[in-house]
């Protein structure tokens, strides 16, 4: 998701013969000739990995094959709602769409989407020699269906990292004024209260010093789903609320009262810590959605924030972009006590382990195509480039590689991080009712962010919204 990026003309033409180099030429040739001529057509957000598809990989595709491919760039918003609208219509319009790991189950239930791994068991001739599933990593079983078939293919996967800045936390005058008013050395937060206490510290000292620094972000949009997000999948679990709050396994429980937790005092807690941090937030951040976090940070106005790792990669390396290259860290998100164990024993994750992948609609007109495209974008050939331009891994190989090595330091470690930490993060719980469930509590979250309802009664009411939604749905008995 997040952040609008467009690839310099030397790197663009670096990754095309990268990959062209790659590429199985003659098979790419033979499997594409009954299809030369046809325009493939894809809808998806505008984000780092998706902009790589259009500028990059499209049209390389086109120069192997004779198959254009035009990728619709969008907001978030739109893109959800001309995919749905399509498919929900059977108009054909889209070979490819974007699906977000937390609405698959939701696509899956109302048979949107082409089984891939069938479609190419079935058609062998369309195989490519260079596109294997089992290149992919474990993040590639959130797209499988009941029958353990692929029915997307994995094109993002990120982790949601805590992102600090490195210049202000190693200037040794900032590290004594610091520990005179803390008590303590200065370095990343491990727990909650040290987090809001770095936030407070760094607030004031850009008060102090007349500067443009603030000491954390806050995705806090007021009106959109972002806000909804880093609440429920970034600091929620963080303090051992899991799944939004709802026991799945309990009828759906959400209340308190009914086994449930998304009104249980920890969650309350949870949320009033991080609206707390607004006091200490750049003046966007009641306005900021994934893609104003990353600006925000890049433009060096936050000491620390909680970063969809997909804007790593331009933060700390794009000087074109970012005002902080060379000057960031990542770590882990601060633990409420007792979390890690939990998670450590398979009983939760600590953040949001998030990316998507291009599914073929079942209502598309050029299924065979499309699929060769698909396999396309999945070898592990096309990887690297792809890595280093917007911080994604969806294959294994992928770490491994020596420019994503050399990425890897620019970051901080936050490959590796993906790599030996990722186990850590989950993605959204397997909702088919997601959508349906978040916009009904929606206008109650927004309230409480704009102070029209307390922490408290506005989780309890949300909790309320979310058993009545989730009886009509028929999930709840």
Not at 166 to 192: N, S, V
Not at 372 to 388: C, H, K, R, S, T
């Amino acid at each position: 998701m997040k952040t609008v990026f467009k690839l310099a003309a030397s790197a663009l033409a670096l990754s095309f013969a990268a990959g062209m180099a790659n590429a199985d030429d003659a098979f790419w040739k033979e499997a594409a000739a009954p299809y030369e001529g046809v325009t493939l057509r894809g809808v998806t957000e505008s984000s780092p990995p998706s902009l790589y598809i259009r500028e990059v990989l499209a049209p390389e595709f086109e120069e192997l094959t004779g198959i254009r491919v035009d990728i619709e760039t969008t907001s978030w918003d739109q893109m959800f709602d001309k995919a749905i609208k399509d498919m929900e219509a059977g108009t054909g319009i889209y070979d490819m769409v974007y699906i977000e790991q937390d609405i698959v189950y939701s696509y899956l239930a109302r048979d949107f989407l082409t089984d891939t791994t069938q479609l190419l068991a079935d058609n062998p001739a369309l195989k490519a020699p260079t596109y294997d599933e089992a290149n992919f990593t474990t993040f590639a079983d959130y797209f499988k269906g009941e029958n353990g078939h692929l029915y997307g293919i994995p094109m993002e996967a990120f982790i949601k990292i805590y992102l600090y800045r490195t210049d202000l936390f190693g200037d040794p005058d900032i590290q004594a004024a610091f520990k005179e008013k803390a008590g303590r050395d200065l370095a990343p937060a491990t727990t909650h209260a040290e987090y809001t206490e770095i936030a407070k510290f760094f607030y004031e000292y850009g008060q102090e010093n007349d500067l443009k620094l603030w000491g954390a972000t806050v995705q806090g949009h007021t009106g959109h789903a972002a806000s909804w997000y880093e609440y429920v999948e970034t600091v929620a679990p963080t303090f051992g609320i899991y799944n939004w709050g709802i026991d799945a396994d309990n009828n759906y429980a959400a209340s308190v009262a009914n086994g449930g937790e998304m009104n249980s005092d920890t969650a309350k807690e949870a949320l009033q810590w991080w609206l707390d941090l607004r006091q200490y937030a750049p003046p966007e951040s009641n306005q900021s959605t994934w893609t104003e976090v990353g600006t925000t940070f890049g433009a060096g106005r936050a000491a620390q924030g909680l970063v969809y790792g997909e804007n790593a990669g331009w933060i700390a390396a794009d000087d074109t972009k970012s005002l902080v290259v060379g000057k960031v860290g990542v770590a882990l998100p601060p633990l409420a006590e007792g979390v890690m164990e939990e998670v450590e024993n398979g009983e939760g994750y600590i953040g949001y382990y998030d990316g998507g992948a291009f599914g073929l609609p079942s209502t598309s007109k050029n299924k065979e195509a499309a699929a060769l495209f698909l396999q396309y974008i999945g070898q592990n050939e096309v990887q690297p480039d792809w890595a280093v331009a917007a911080p994604r891994v969806t294959n294994t190989a992928t770490y491994d590689d020596p420019k994503v090595q050399d990425m890897n330091e620019e970051l901080g470690g936050y490959y590796d991080m993906l790599k030996d930490k990722g186990y850590l993060f989950a993605g959204a719980p397997a909702y088919p009712f997601h959508a349906q469930l978040r916009e009904a509590m929606a206008p109650t979250f927004y309230n409480i962010l704009t102070g029209d309802l307390t922490v408290s009664d506005g989780l309890d009411q949300m909790a309320e919204i979310a058993e009545t939604t989730l009886t009509e749905l028929g999930y709840r008995k």
